[in-house]
């Protein structure tokens, strides 16, 4: 095994931690960038002016009435940017646009003494509009040809040769909505500037150094003048990836133009309707099966819809498009995508990143395939996984595939699944008005960013002369676990108690240039970083303990706070005697680490290559009960087998994955976005702006037995004590979830029917797939007619 793999003996990795910040969260005493704002005096409040049009050009801001309100100190617009008036990294995006593209775009920004005087100020402002024409949806994108980026495939094989000799072609077109990323803390940036002019900003984001960098071209300043900090977040799942600068952007120019710090934190109204989802993808495609179910080719169109500016649409479509083989080996493919541009909120990194959408392409097509096939759904994903030897539809070999069957065995096992298919059987012949459903599905998730450059983390580590250890690296908390898993991963490098290292927030002057915490990446990366940082700090020590124990540098030993060596039994000493006898030797006991991850080659032209350092794979066993005359479901029960390698921290990786199973069933069954599609003064609108009218996963969505396991014996070579990410993968797991609605809606019809389920299959769409099923069922019976409700038509997954 590797060296960056390798455990030391008693290692503080691997074992069951609690969140570093648990007891703070759960007592209201962790600070969050907006509680800062509350401590720092004479602050400033900023509130946005926003269209009320879908697509309009701005033809003159009148700012007079707002900045004779009581409290208004300034309203910021374009002519006050002494930089580049752009707030992405793509050109398309500017902080104060001369077109409005969306409903809610904010066109300028008052700052006032608070935030009801900032929010009286922007209502005051006169903003002249002429209206423009709007594409709110995909399918208004597609019937105009509006697109926006580079259209990219992906393609092995030839396609229509594999679909000419197929036994049997299924086409269709699968279309499932985005998801509102909903983090409990909204947005938010406190921004201050002093006495030299040195910027310092406080921002609830996922990638510093890109604040930093958008911070430096709006203000027209270099890097060093700028210092962004991001203390913690209350959740990002990617949507604090990017979208974030624009408001840290705001309150920069606002401290810089008034002297005072200057807060942005939006509500959640605000959140909601200003800043980017998850894509939403139409898809159209036609599978070949072989007259044994093989899948032999596949083709499809995948369109995004990618909102008005490109943002991270085209990542997001080139990992969509790298997913949509999930766990299964298909000899010829032909995908061809493209990004939709819209007059929406510019879509954006969500967990997953375009990978849920590629999957959720291929479960769909195996789940309606497989009883026009005359195979159990089961039968038909277990026929096609990948076995050792192939390769991905991008060229990159599929490494330990038989972990795949693996935790498949696993988890039909532990779920007994083949006992309660027939016991589900039975309850669904003796009830004509509940049905329930069983589905097994795998996921093999690709873990590092495409771009190859952004694989790579820093670290600082500083050790004192008491033995106390401080730790900066460049990856962002925003609940995940990731500082809990770097003060383990330094403890064990170190060999001292886990109560000795503390970690400090994560900003741009202690570790610069540094990757979003994204991608799943997070722990692999920046746990390198520290890793080799102290590393080096233990290799200095080490010598200075052989001085003191007589023994040789490479025979000494640091464990739990205590340094021995080998073949010396009678003397030891203690971690904190080291460090103060290295420092009176004048030994260097801090040090910067770095990581860049090994092996990785990408085209991003032909897509084709090595992207990704391994495969986090799993499976789930998801088993519903349906309700005939409501459409609702309860998950009755969950079991999942997921491979988190050797876990650096289970407690943390459990959580991990039922967070990610619950937010992926709350993208399915769930989250239904819904825009003004009209045409009145409206059109464009978001209508699910909040928690009444957006509806979000709860206690009673859990599962009634939720029961997760961790692959055992499952050390990954080459990653850092074996782990694996464990971010992003279990979203995808929630596909068993809406594999079994399907399941159990076809229960209400007749054998070997072909259920279309739209996504998200909220109560409603599941209400008329059911009658879509009792219909066939009179159909088939001869009874049509007697007790039927005519279906409302979806245009969903049609």
Same mark, same amino acid.
């Given at each position: 095994?590797?060296?960056?793999?390798?455990?030391?003996?008693?290692?503080?990795?691997?074992?069951?931690?609690?969140?570093?910040?648990?007891?703070?969260?759960?007592?209201?005493?962790?600070?969050?960038?907006?509680?800062?704002?509350?401590?720092?005096?004479?602050?400033?409040?900023?509130?946005?002016?926003?269209?009320?049009?879908?697509?309009?050009?701005?033809?003159?801001?009148?700012?007079?009435?707002?900045?004779?309100?009581?409290?208004?100190?300034?309203?910021?617009?374009?002519?006050?940017?002494?930089?580049?008036?752009?707030?992405?990294?793509?050109?398309?995006?500017?902080?104060?646009?001369?077109?409005?593209?969306?409903?809610?775009?904010?066109?300028?920004?008052?700052?006032?003494?608070?935030?009801?005087?900032?929010?009286?100020?922007?209502?005051?402002?006169?903003?002249?509009?002429?209206?423009?024409?709007?594409?709110?949806?995909?399918?208004?994108?597609?019937?105009?040809?509006?697109?926006?980026?580079?259209?990219?495939?992906?393609?092995?094989?030839?396609?229509?040769?594999?679909?000419?000799?197929?036994?049997?072609?299924?086409?269709?077109?699968?279309?499932?909505?985005?998801?509102?990323?909903?983090?409990?803390e909204t947005q938010a940036a406190l921004a201050t500037v002093d006495e030299g002019g040195q910027?310092?900003?406080?921002?609830?984001?996922?990638?510093?150094?890109?604040?930093?960098?958008?911070?430096?071209?709006?203000?027209?300043?270099?890097y060093h003048e700028i210092t962004v900090q991001s203390l913690r977040m209350g959740g990002g799942f990617g949507g604090k990836e990017m979208q974030s600068h624009g408001?840290?952007?705001?309150?920069?120019?606002?401290?810089?133009?008034?002297?005072?710090?200057?807060?942005?934190?939006?509500?959640?109204?605000?959140?909601?309707?200003?800043?980017?989802?998850?894509?939403?993808?139409?898809?159209?495609?036609?599978?070949?099966?072989?007259?044994?179910?093989?899948?032999?080719?596949?083709? =499809?169109?995948?369109?995004?819809?990618? $909102?008005?500016?490109?943002? /991270?649409?085209?990542?997001?479509? %080139?990992? +969509? @498009?790298? &997913?949509?083989?999930?766990?299964?080996?298909?000899?010829?493919?032909?995908?061809?995508?493209?990004?939709?541009?819209?007059?929406?909120?510019?879509?954006?990194?969500?967990?997953?990143?375009?990978?849920?959408?590629?999957?959720?392409?291929?479960?769909?097509?195996?789940?309606?395939?497989?009883?026009?096939?005359?195979?159990?759904?089961?039968?038909?994903?277990?026929?096609?996984?990948?076995?050792?030897?192939?390769?991905?539809?991008?060229?990159?070999?599929?490494?330990?595939?038989?972990?795949?069957?693996?935790?498949?065995?696993?988890?039909?096992?532990?779920?007994?699944?083949?006992?309660?298919?027939?016991?589900?059987?039975?309850?669904?012949?003796?009830?004509?008005?509940?049905?329930?459903?069983? =589905?097994?599905?795998?996921?093999?998730? $690709?873990?590092?960013?495409? /771009?190859?450059?952004?694989?790579? %983390?820093? +670290? @600082?580590? &500083?050790?004192?002369?008491?033995?106390?250890?401080?730790?900066?690296?460049?990856?962002?908390?925003?609940?995940?676990?990731?500082?809990?898993?770097?003060?383990?991963?330094?403890?064990?490098?170190?060999?001292?108690?886990?109560?000795?290292?503390?970690?400090?927030?994560?900003?741009?002057?202690?570790?610069?240039?540094?990757?979003?915490?994204?991608?799943?990446?997070?722990?692999?990366?920046?746990?390198?970083?520290?890793?080799?940082?102290?590393?080096?700090?233990?290799?200095?020590?080490?010598?200075?303990?052989?001085?003191?124990?007589?023994?040789?540098?490479?025979?000494?030993?640091?464990?739990?706070?205590?340094?021995?060596?080998?073949?010396?039994?009678?003397?030891?000493?203690?971690?904190?005697?080291?460090?103060?006898?290295?420092?009176?030797?004048?030994?260097?006991?801090?040090?910067?680490?770095?990581?860049?991850?090994?092996?990785? &080659?990408?085209?991003?032209?032909?897509?084709?290559?090595?992207?990704?350092?391994?495969?986090?794979?799993?499976?789930?066993?998801?088993?519903?009960?349906?309700?005939?005359?409501?459409?609702?479901?309860?998950?009755?029960?969950?079991?999942?087998?997921?491979?988190?390698?050797?876990?650096?921290?289970?407690?943390?990786?459990?959580?991990?994955?039922?967070?990610?199973?619950?937010?992926?069933?709350?993208?399915?069954?769930?989250?239904?976005?819904?825009?003004?599609?009209?045409?009145?003064?409206?059109?464009?609108?978001?209508?699910?702006?909040?928690?009444?009218?957006?509806?979000?996963?709860?206690?009673?969505?859990?599962?009634?037995?939720?029961?997760?396991?961790?692959?055992?014996?499952?050390?990954?070579?080459?990653?850092?004590?074996?782990?694996?990410?464990?971010?992003?993968?279990?979203?995808?797991?929630?596909?068993?979830?809406?594999?079994?609605?399907?399941?159990?809606?076809?229960?209400?019809?007749?054998?070997?029917?072909?259920?279309?389920?739209?996504?998200?299959?909220?109560?409603?769409?599941?209400?008329?797939?059911?009658?879509?099923?009792?219909?066939?069922?009179?159909?088939?019976?001869?009874?049509?007619?007697?007790?039927?409700?005519?279906?409302?038509?979806?245009?969903?997954?049609?």
């Amino acid at each position: 095994m590797s060296h960056l793999s390798q455990r030391p003996a008693s290692p503080a990795v691997g074992r069951p931690e609690p969140h570093e910040s648990a007891r703070l969260h759960a007592t209201g005493q962790a600070l969050y960038t907006d509680d800062l704002s509350a401590r720092t005096p004479h602050v400033l409040t900023a509130w946005p002016v926003q269209s009320p049009h879908a697509h309009a050009l701005v033809r003159s801001i009148s700012t007079e009435a707002a900045l004779a309100l009581p409290k208004v100190l300034r309203v910021l617009t374009a002519e006050d940017v002494p930089g580049i008036n752009d707030c992405g990294v793509k050109d398309d995006e500017p902080l104060f646009p001369s077109e409005a593209m969306f409903h809610g775009h904010a066109v300028a920004w008052v700052l006032a003494e608070d935030q009801e005087a900032a929010r009286a100020g922007a209502a005051a402002v006169k903003v002249d509009y002429q209206v423009l024409p709007s594409l709110v949806t995909v399918a208004d994108a597609i019937a105009a040809g509006s697109f926006q980026g580079l259209p990219k495939t992906v393609s092995r094989g030839d396609v229509d040769a594999g679909l000419a000799s197929a036994h049997t072609v299924f086409s269709g077109v699968t279309e499932f909505s985005g998801q509102e990323h909903f983090y409990l803390e909204t947005q938010a940036a406190l921004a201050t500037v002093d006495e030299g002019g040195q910027v310092f900003v406080q921002s609830s984001t996922q990638h510093p150094s890109e604040a930093q960098e958008i911070l430096a071209h709006v203000l027209a300043r270099p890097y060093h003048e700028i210092t962004v900090q991001s203390l913690r977040m209350g959740g990002g799942f990617g949507g604090k990836e990017m979208q974030s600068h624009g408001f840290a952007a705001i309150a920069a120019l606002g401290t810089l133009l008034t002297g005072r710090p200057v807060r942005v934190r939006l509500n959640r109204t605000l959140d909601m309707t200003m800043t980017g989802k998850r894509h939403g993808f139409h898809t159209s495609w036609d599978a070949g099966f072989s007259s044994d179910g093989t899948l032999l080719a596949l083709k =499809a169109q995948l369109t995004s819809d990618g $909102g008005w500016c490109l943002d /991270l649409s085209e990542a997001v479509l %080139a990992r +969509a @498009l790298c &997913h949509v083989d999930n766990a299964y080996f298909i000899e010829h493919v032909e995908l061809r995508g493209r990004v939709g541009k819209t007059n929406k909120t510019s879509q954006t990194a969500f967990r997953g990143f375009g990978g849920p959408q590629g999957m959720l392409l291929i479960e769909d097509i195996l789940g309606r395939s497989a009883p026009l096939l005359g195979l159990a759904p089961e039968e038909l994903r277990r026929k096609n996984f990948y076995r050792e030897g192939q390769n991905t539809p991008y060229g990159m070999p599929v490494r330990h595939a038989d972990r795949i069957t693996t935790i498949w065995e696993q988890v039909l096992q532990r779920s007994d699944f083949a006992e309660r298919r027939r016991e589900i059987d039975r309850f669904n012949a003796a009830h004509a008005h509940q049905k329930r459903g069983l =589905a097994i599905t795998p996921v093999k998730f $690709g873990i590092s960013f495409n /771009l190859v450059a952004f694989n790579q %983390a820093g +670290a @600082l580590v &500083h050790v004192y002369k008491d033995g106390s250890v401080l730790i900066n690296h460049g990856g962002t908390e925003m609940g995940q676990g990731l500082h809990t898993k770097m003060l383990q991963v330094a403890a064990t490098a170190l060999g001292v108690p886990l109560h000795t290292v503390r970690l400090a927030p994560t900003r741009t002057d202690k570790v610069p240039n540094t990757s979003a915490t994204a991608a799943s990446s997070g722990s692999d990366l920046n746990g390198g970083a520290v890793k080799n940082a102290c590393e080096q700090i233990r290799d200095r020590m080490a010598a200075v303990a052989g001085g003191m124990l007589g023994a040789s540098a490479g025979d000494v030993r640091f464990a739990n706070g205590e340094v021995t060596a080998l073949g010396v039994l009678e003397r030891s000493c203690t971690f904190a005697e080291v460090a103060i006898k290295a420092y009176l030797q004048r030994v260097q006991l801090w040090a910067a680490g770095f990581y860049r991850t090994e092996g990785l &080659h990408w085209n991003p032209q032909t897509m084709q290559g090595e992207p990704f350092k391994y495969f986090a794979c799993g499976a789930a066993v998801a088993e519903v009960e349906l309700d005939r005359f409501t459409g609702n479901y309860t998950q009755r029960r969950v079991d999942i087998v997921h491979d988190a390698g050797d876990s650096l921290s289970p407690m943390i990786d459990i959580g991990q994955i039922e967070g990610g199973y619950v937010q992926g069933v709350g993208w399915l069954t769930l989250e239904d976005l819904r825009w003004d599609e009209g045409t009145g003064p409206n059109r464009g609108r978001l209508l699910t702006s909040s928690a009444s009218t957006y509806k979000l996963p709860s206690f009673s969505e859990m599962p009634e037995v939720f029961n997760v396991h961790l692959l055992e014996h499952a050390a990954e070579e080459g990653a850092v004590y074996g782990s694996k990410a464990v971010g992003e993968p279990p979203i995808m797991l929630a596909f068993s979830a809406r594999e079994a609605i399907r399941d159990a809606i076809g229960a209400f019809g007749p054998a070997g029917r072909s259920v279309t389920l739209a996504s998200p299959a909220t109560p409603e769409a599941v209400f008329w797939a059911i009658e879509e099923s009792l219909q066939a069922a009179a159909f088939a019976d001869g009874t049509l007619g007697q007790e039927t409700v005519s279906p409302v038509p979806s245009t969903l997954g049609q």
